[in-house]
Every structure is written in structure tokens, then in C-alpha cells.
């Protein structure tokens, strides 16, 4: 069993850069592959990016490539999303996930979620 809760949303301006955690419980953390995703109201939530459980390989969608890095710090329990040259199209409520899949990035791989954090870049 595995609890997540994220921090570090806000509201940012295009071109800005924010950091978000995402803590987790649960002794066996460093076994599962974690992963970010977004949703915006009325469309499907969508795979961000994914990091493996010893945190060597990394996964991410096309549109945040070379912008958003993954990491992870398994000793602290917590997976991290640095959000660099934010855009009005990343505005989105962002959840942390837990997988036993490798690789894992979509939605049906994961099992468990947190309740997101809203992250709006203004124009």
C-alpha cells in the first residue's frame, strides 16, 4: 500500500519554473516506478513523465521534453517534477502516481494516485 500527496503548485508566469513532491508512504516505495500526470477539466488526464524505481531511466511525453526532469530520492521517499519554461498549455492539476509496470507511463499501469495540485501559468 502506498499513500502520495504532492506539493509545490502554484501559480507561475509562462517562461517560469516551478518544483513539484510528492511524498510517499509505505516502506516499500523504492520498488514501484512513479510517475506525473495532468489533467485539464473536461479532457483525459495525460502521462507527463516516469521515472524507474532505482531512478536510471526516465520517461517523458513529447511536449515536455527538454523542459520538465523527473527525479527521485528514495531515501527521502519523494519524486520530484522540475517544471522549467512554463507554458499557458501546461496549466493542468498534476498527480503523482505509483506503478509496479516498468516502464509505466499510462494510466492503466498505475495503481495508486495522489489528489493532485494545481498548477496555473499565466500569459
Known amino acids: 500500500q502506498v499513500q502520495l500527496v504532492e506539493s509545490g503548485g502554484g501559480l507561475v508566469q509562462a517562461g517560469g519554473s516551478l518544483r513539484l513532491s510528492c511524498a510517499a508512504s509505505?516502506?516499500?516505495?523504492?520498488?514501484?516506478?512513479m510517475g506525473w500526470f495532468r489533467q485539464v477539466p473536461g479532457k483525459e488526464r495525460e502521462f507527463v513523465a516516469a521515472?524507474?524505481?532505482?531512478?536510471?531511466?526516465?520517461y517523458y511525453a513529447d511536449s515536455v521534453k527538454g523542459r520538465f526532469a523527473i527525479s527521485r530520492d528514495n531515501a527521502k521517499n519523494t519524486v520530484y517534477l522540475q517544471m522549467n519554461s512554463l507554458e499557458p498549455e501546461d496549466t493542468a492539476i498534476y498527480y503523482c502516481?505509483?506503478?509496479?509496470?516498468?516502464?509505466?507511463?499510462?494510466?492503466?499501469?498505475?495503481?495508486?494516485w495522489g489528489q493532485g495540485t494545481q498548477v496555473t501559468v499565466s500569459s
Open positions: 502516481a505509483a506503478s509496479r509496470s516498468v516502464p509505466a507511463t499510462t494510466i492503466e499501469q498505475y495503481g495508486y
Open positions: 509505505g516502506r516499500t516505495f523504492s520498488s514501484y516506478s
Open positions: 521515472v524507474y524505481w532505482s531512478g536510471g531511466s526516465t
